[in-house]
């Protein structure tokens, strides 16, 4: 995969990925937890 030499681009990459891997993480620890009802 070819990375397009712009900073915009770079940039909505890396917060796309952030924003991913922050989402795996939230789901991995709400997993964790018990089942809070209400």
């Known amino acids: 995969m070819v ?3 712009d900073s915009r681009e ?3 990459l890396r ?11 939230r789901k991995q620890a709400l997993a964790r937890l018990p089942q809070v009802s209400g």
């Open 15 to 25: 917060y796309e990925q952030a924003r991913r891997v922050t989402e795996q993480t």
């Open 10 to 12: 770079e940039t909505r």
């Open 3 to 5: 990375l397009i030499p």
